[in-house]
């Protein structure tokens, strides 16, 4: 599909500059110079010799075996080594090593510089050729500056090109990169690439903006609609409608005048094949769409439909005489003698309870009316007891009742076959807290456990700095967060919690150093907490290079005409850096080694801090992790290194 052309206009002038900076057109070689400086300098290339190169580091020298005649330019202290000249083998006295004649030639050589030296044996006896050479030189940083610099303008253009005050703003910054670039080669600048890197974001942030993206957010896509995306694969032609993809659900779609898609919702199918390989270029698919023109119908003429109407109010009679529609019943009881008598209006019988003895039941009208005689005998189990727990003193007596024992455990007494309790009855048993509140400490499903709205719970600990809070795997809602100093008094309420993609999370914009948390829950006859975290998020200063996320279902296929059997959807996806600092690396590899160790406990992954609304749980996928230096490891300094890491999540179903 052609491109837009404003879009295609700036992507060719954008990459052509960057070509001609670069030198694209001119002869690639060595240029050192006595100057220490760029530019276009005239050297000398030995053709028939062999050369040896060796350099300066502390505290020996070192030589190692290359040809140089392809050699750019070398540099230390960010400007070209000066040229030593190229020394003849025969020039150095008989037993001496070339390395120390050339510290005794050149003794203000310091630790730390590079400096070269190039003695050589004639590969054919006699050919002393030379030949002069010209060639542009660039250092390493104005490189980086230039393709930087690209691939900043190119991300920003691909993503405001469709709209006009973006371009307009682009055009500006593209502008003006050109003016401050223009004159690197030959310069002699020592220039700080990361710096103008952060500029040139800095501006292109404001480009965004300007076309109505928000910055750090991609407004592109692949062409399609919902319904339909364009694919690099063979396709079914339909005439008038945008093309069908075998193993692909299909739902009609036409293209604007404009060439955009948009789904006409007349109708859909899908062309299952499992053995693709044997589909051939001219093969057809014939779908007879038919609106039943030669159907019978439903309804004829001459139906008729009879509906009963029932009236909503009983009937109303006059005279008669007016009833009476209690019953009366005697209660009498074995041991306790003659109670009051029961009185209930027949069919909207009310509880019996005598106040004295504590007795009491419930009357269920039937089928059958009660009739003059009727009797119903019934035996009433009753007594005290006491507990005891781990063996320590008895409490007192208490009524065998629905009885709070301790730390939330009920007794509850359910009687069987008179007599079922006797004097003297003894249990034991072992009781365990499945659904403690310290679950949360936890990540698993199976956390803190509560019977009631309202059920709160409070964790204490050494003070720390907090700024960040989440919940995962709830049933329920939460209704208060609380922190205090000492955890246990002085509470103060926190901002409410944010519900994201099943879980739910608080970011504050100041930490706040706290000695104690508490929670409270808000869920109708229960909840359950799988997992509570409260402590310091783990951010970086650079922004991920990509931020990739993916809904995942997980399903039970059978067969190719039957339906699959949901199990559960999830989220997953993939975040990652091309050139992280050290400090931010370890700190993230450090998080990466915690989860592995603990079962590969699932994280909370927020995309952009101020949408905590897209937060998810997820799992780091892999188990092993690539690591790169944009430096090849070269820097000395281990802080220098820039790192590559791309940390894959998997889904977590519930």
Known sequence: MALDPAYQSRLVALYQWERTALGYDAALGVSIDNSGTEGTVAYTTYTAFRFFISYYSNPTWVAMNTDISNLSAYKFNNSIVTDLGTVSSSLIPEGVEPTAWLTSQYPNVVDGEYVFISYYHPAVPGDNTTVATFAPVMNDKDVAVITSATQILAVCLGQIYGDAAGCT????????VQGELANLQGSNLDINGGLLAIKYQAGANAVLAAGGVVPGKSDGSAVGTGCWTEKEEDYWAIDGYAPAYTNTAYISTKFSSDGAPYSTREFGFFIACKCTQHLKYGDSVTIAINGGSSASKTYQAGDTFSIPVVSATPLALSGGQDGDDTVTWKIKGMVSGALPDYQVVRDIPARYHDPATGFGFDLSIGGIPFALGDSFSLSVEGGTFAWSKNGGAASASLPMDATLIDEGMTALFTPGASPSFVVGDRFRFLAKQPGAPSQVGTPDVAGWLFLQDGASFTATFASATIDAFALAWPVGTPLLLEYSSNGVDGWVSLPPMVAGKGVYTLLL????VAGGIRLTMSADGGGSVGCFFAG???ATEDAPDAVTMRRVFDLVHGDKDQAALSVGAAWAG??????????????????????????????????????????????????????TDMFQYHPNAVEHRKLSLTIPFGPVYR
């Not at 703003?169 to 003006?176: E, M, T």
């Not at 914009?509 to 706040?512: D, M």
């Not at 975040?575 to 600092?581: E, F």
């Not at 101020?610 to 690539?626: N, Y």
């Open 574 to 627: 993939e975040v990652s850096w091309k050139h992280l600092p050290v400090a931010d690396f370890n700190r993230h590899l450090t998080a990466i080694e915690y989860t592995k160790t603990t079962n590969n406990a699932p994280v909370i992954f927020i995309p952009h801090h101020q949408h905590v609304d897209e937060a998810v749980l997820v799992k780091i996928e892999a188990d092993s992790f690539d690591i």
């Open 169 to 176: 703003a682009w055009d500006n910054l593209f502008n003006q």
């Open 509 to 512: 914009s100041e930490s706040v």
């Open 536 to 538: 310091q998020a783990l």
